[in-house]
């Protein structure tokens, strides 16, 4: 097949222990899926949950072991950090049960939702869409994915990010409001899944502003880390 500007390149993810990777085809994201980090943005409660899109190509893919790079995005002067656990969707489905949800996981990864928060703040206020907070270039940096059966009991690892060697975030999975299971549900509802997606799963309290040169690594138990720099 040809086209009439040349394709743009298939996103992928290096799987551990696998020569063959893992295609991206979409990035959902949660809302404020963790008690205390909801609070920090002045909501509190069990809200229904919420999701907003990445695009594939906002991924920064960085191997094990290595540490990758993201630039300081644009028109920002307030550019955030979240923590994420990541589930790689391999087999999709519609109105998929919470109970039969975790199947359809072909393994996890540790990633980074990676926030303009002042603009995202200014969209808030004027109730328009969230877009050029979330959904921008290098915004969803993201290590190597670990086939389900490998990662051991995700449900209950701890998960954190150190900037420039230095606690910021520090939670368990076990404390998401809405477990992974009933995101896949609510998600399914909404939308069809299928292999090569991406969720993030939400993000623990203690957010806060990166600058040029700092390094963040992040982390959930029985994952490889995530080391990231802002260049």
């Given at each position: 097949?040809?086209y009439?500007?040349?394709?743009?390149?298939?996103?992928?993810?290096?799987?551990v222990g696998r020569?063959?990777?893992f295609p991206?085809?979409?990035?959902?994201c949660?809302?404020?899926?963790?008690?205390?980090?909801?609070?920090?943005?002045g909501?509190?409660g069990?809200e229904?949950?919420?999701?907003?899109?990445?695009?594939a190509?906002?991924a920064?893919?960085?191997p094990?072991?290595?540490t990758?790079?993201?630039q300081?995005?644009?028109?920002?002067k307030d550019f955030?950090?979240?923590i994420e656990?990541?589930?790689?969707i391999?087999?999709?489905g519609?109105?998929?049960?919470?109970?039969?949800?975790?199947?359809?996981?072909?393994?996890?990864?540790?990633?980074?939702?990676?926030?303009r928060?002042?603009?995202?703040g200014?969209q808030k206020?004027?109730?328009?869409?969230?877009?050029?907070?979330?959904a921008?270039?290098?915004?969803?940096?993201?290590?190597p994915?670990?086939p389900?059966?490998q990662?051991?009991?995700?449900?209950?690892?701890?998960?954190?990010?150190?900037v420039n060697?230095k606690?910021r975030?520090?939670s368990?999975?076990?404390?998401?409001?809405?477990n992974?299971a009933?995101?896949?549900?609510?998600?399914?509802?909404?939308?069809?899944?299928?292999?090569?997606?991406l969720i993030?799963?939400?993000t623990?309290e203690?957010?806060?502003a990166?600058?040029?040169g700092?390094?963040?690594?992040?982390?959930?138990?029985?994952?490889?880390?995530?080391?990231v720099r802002?260049g």
């Open positions: 097949m040809s009439v500007i040349p394709a743009v390149p298939v996103v992928s993810v290096p799987v020569s063959e990777r991206v085809r979409r990035i959902y949660v809302g404020r899926n963790y008690v205390e980090h909801a609070k920090e943005m909501f509190t069990r229904a949950p919420f999701f907003f899109f990445k695009p190509d906002a920064v893919v960085v094990e072991g290595e990758g790079t993201m300081y995005p644009s028109l920002t955030h950090h979240e656990l990541v589930a790689a391999g087999t999709g519609r109105n998929i049960k919470a109970a039969d949800a975790m199947k359809h996981i072909y393994g996890y990864a540790v990633g980074l939702d990676m926030t928060r002042d603009l995202q200014e206020k004027l109730g328009r869409p969230w877009e050029i907070g979330k921008f270039e290098q915004s969803a940096p993201i290590g994915i670990v389900a059966a990662a051991g009991d995700i449900e209950k690892a701890e998960i954190w990010v150190q060697g606690d975030q520090r368990s999975v076990s404390k998401l409001i809405w992974i009933e995101i896949i549900e609510h998600l399914s509802s909404a939308w069809e899944l299928a292999p090569g997606d993030y799963t939400g623990p203690g957010v806060a990166v600058v040029q700092d390094t963040l690594v992040g982390g959930v138990t029985g994952l490889p880390e995530l080391r802002v």
